[in-house]
Each structure stands twice: as structure tokens, then as C-alpha cells.
């Protein structure tokens, strides 16, 4: 891609005590994409989601996001650049003695001045541009089904108009029909809110349906970046299982029953 990256990550190093994780990883993520991340168990995958997002930091390397250092970024800096990003953790992390729209009106506290009536309103559009009932706002997370608790972690990524939305495994758990239907969701607020996705996953149905690109973590690194037409061509071993297994033959199947 001709364009400069809205995330650059150069010679990241990730370790646990002994343990490392990555060691000298580089990634780009370019303005406007859908990235799905893949790998298998003990990659990395969240782990390189919560360092691009400022919530670990690295043994060594650097993390631009928006042009900025974050690593480096003092902390009025790094508060500003927080607001042009949103995270949704598995199963929504919501906080569960909020309900969804006091959940959602988190985030919207940091901004200051904001009249909490118009704090009310955002988190109800938000809610909403979600795919959750209006009455929901009133819930609790303990009262929500999965995939209704997965659309208010969601809502509550996108309190802040952000660029950038980081998804950590959305549609785990989820049944077929509401898997897709929240891909669906997730490439529609792409196209009218102009959205950046990080996407870890490892769903071939989610990479086929609505991932621009794919980033594969194998031995310590991002070891190729590429369209899903692309990674059928690796030849890697872990590469080729993935995507020349059983279900990735099915994911292709439906994909290609869809466009026809």
C-alpha cells in the first residue's frame, strides 16, 4: 500500500519472565482496513493488541499509532490519542454492576464539559448504532444473552467516535447466524463511521467475510501479511494447515456460494 500506516510497529519484543512471545516484530496497519490477526495457541495475539492499545508495554521496540510515539507520548498526550481509539475485550468485559448505557457512558466521563444529559444521549446512539434494542440501555450484563453483552462491549468502543477499534475474538462463542451477522455489523460501521479494525480472531468465516487483510504470528514474529487469496499460496506448515484444513474449505464454500 502506497499510503503511510496508521499503526507502526517496529521490533516489538513481548516476554513473561523467561518466556518470550515476540521478539522483533514489525506490523503496519493501514487507515480504513480490517485486519484480521491469526495464529495459533501462545502467539501473542492479544498480547499485540493490548501493546498497540498502551495497556502492556513492551520489553523493546516502538509503537506509532496516529503518529505518535505511544511509548514515549507524556501522559496528556497519550489521553488525547486514547480518545481516537476503542477496545472491545472477549465477551464485552463489561463492568457488571453498570447497566449497558451507564457501561457505554464510561469512557464519555473523560471528556470534559460534557452535560450528562448529551452523555445520556451519545451512549443511546451508540447502543443503537450497535444493533441492541433501545431497551437494553436499561440492562444489566448479567441479564443479556453473549452476543447481546458483545454488542454493548462494542457500543462502548465506540463512545468515542474513535479511528481505531480493536476487537479481541468477537464472535467467539457466538452461534453461525449471529457470528455473521456480526461481521456484517463490524464491516457496515467500517464504511459510515471510516473505521480502522484490529481484529484477532480465528474465525475463517469472519477472515473471509469482511477482512481486508490477514496478519499471521508464527515463530515470535508476524510471519506474512497478505489477502485471504494470498496465505492459500504460503508455504509455511502452520500456515497451510489453517488455511487448507477442512474448515477453511467450508469457509471457502460459503464465501463463494454468497457471491454467487
Not at 494470498?230 to 502452520?238: A, G, T
Not at 484444513?245 to 464454500?253: F, K, V
Amino acid at each position: 500500500m502506497a499510503e503511510d500506516p496508521i499503526i507502526r510497529l517496529r521490533g516489538i519484543v513481548n516476554a513473561f519472565g523467561p518466556q518470550v512471545v515476540h521478539d522483533g516484530l514489525d506490523l503496519d496497519v493501514y487507515r480504513g482496513e480490517i485486519l484480521g490477526v491469526v495464529g495459533g495457541s501462545g502467539t501473542g495475539k492479544s498480547v499485540l493488541l493490548r501493546t498497540i492499545a498502551g495497556l502492556r508495554r513492551p520489553q523493546a521496540g516502538t509503537v506509532e499509532v496516529l503518529g505518535t510515539d505511544v511509548l514515549r507520548a507524556d501522559e496528556d498526550a497519550l489521553e488525547e490519542l486514547q480518545h481516537h481509539w476503542g477496545v472491545m475485550f472477549q465477551d464485552g468485559a463489561l463492568f457488571s454492576a453498570l447497566t449497558v448505557r451507564e457501561n457505554v457512558e464510561v469512557p464519555l466521563k473523560s471528556v470534559r464539559g460534557l452535560d450528562p444529559k448529551l452523555r445520556r444521549e451519545l451512549a443511546d446512539l451508540k447502543i443503537a448504532l450497535s444493533g441492541l434494542p433501545y431497551l437494553a440501555g436499561d440492562k444489566y450484563p448479567s441479564e443479556l444473552s453473549g452476543g447481546m453483552r458483545k454488542r454493548a462491549g462494542l457500543a462502548r468502543a465506540l463512545a468515542l467516535d474513535p479511528d481505531i477499534v480493536f476487537l479481541d475474538e468477537p464472535t467467539a462463542g457466538l452461534d453461525p447466524i449471529g457470528a455473521a451477522d456480526f461481521d456484517n455489523l463490524i464491516k457496515d460501521l467500517r464504511d459510515t463511521m471510516g473505521l480502522t479494525v484490529f481484529l484477532v480472531t480465528h474465525d475463517l468465516d469472519t477472515l473471509h467475510a469482511i477482512c481486508t487483510r490477514i496478519a499471521v504470528l508464527a515463530e515470535k514474529k508476524v510471519l506474512v501479511t497478505g489477502t485471504m487469496a494470498e496465505m492459500l499460496e504460503v508455504d509455511h506448515p502452520w500456515v497451510r494447515s489453517y488455511f487448507h484444513g477442512p474448515r477453511a474449505r467450508a469457509a471457502i464454500d460459503a464465501a463463494e456460494a454468497i457471491g454467487n
